[in-house]
C-alpha cells in the first residue's frame, strides 16, 4: 500500500511561484512508481497536469502549464515536486499527486492519490 500526501499549497498573488510536495510511504517508490499530478477547480472535471516516469527521463505536461511548471522527484526523498511559476487565477484547484506502477501515463489511470493540497491566486 503507496500513502501520498501532499503539501505546500496556498494563497498567492498572479504571477507569483510555490512548490508543491507530495511524500510517499513504501521503499519501492524509487524504483517502482510513475508520478502524476492532476488538479480540480470548482464545478470542473479533474485535469492532468503534469507527469514523470520511473526513472525521472521523461516528463509529460499539460499544454496550459508548459513553460511555467516543472515536475520533479527526489527517489532518496520518496518525494515528487510540482514547482508552479508565474502562477494564473485559472491555476486555483486542489492539487493531487498520483502514483502507479509501471508506464508514466497521463491520463488518470493511476493507483493512488494524495488528498489534495488547495492552491489560490489572487488577481
Known amino acids: 500500500q503507496v500513502q501520498l500526501v501532499e503539501s505546500g499549497g496556498g494563497l498567492v498573488q498572479a504571477g507569483g511561484s510555490l512548490r508543491l510536495s507530495c511524500a510517499s510511504s513504501?521503499?519501492?517508490?524509487?524504483?517502482?512508481?510513475?508520478m502524476g499530478w492532476f488538479r480540480q477547480a470548482p464545478g470542473k472535471e479533474r485535469e492532468f497536469v503534469a507527469a514523470?516516469?520511473?526513472?525521472?527521463?521523461?516528463?509529460y505536461y499539460a499544454d496550459s502549464v508548459k513553460g511555467r511548471f516543472t515536475i520533479s522527484r527526489d527517489n532518496a526523498k520518496n518525494t515528487v515536486y510540482l514547482q508552479m511559476n508565474s502562477l494564473r487565477p485559472e491555476d486555483k484547484a486542489v492539487y493531487y499527486c498520483a502514483a502507479k506502477r509501471g508506464a508514466v501515463t497521463t491520463t488518470s489511470k493511476y493507483e493512488y492519490w494524495g488528498q489534495g493540497t488547495q492552491v489560490t491566486v489572487s488577481s
Open positions: 513504501g521503499r519501492t517508490f524509487s524504483s517502482s512508481y510513475a
Open positions: 514523470q516516469s520511473v526513472s525521472g527521463g521523461s516528463k
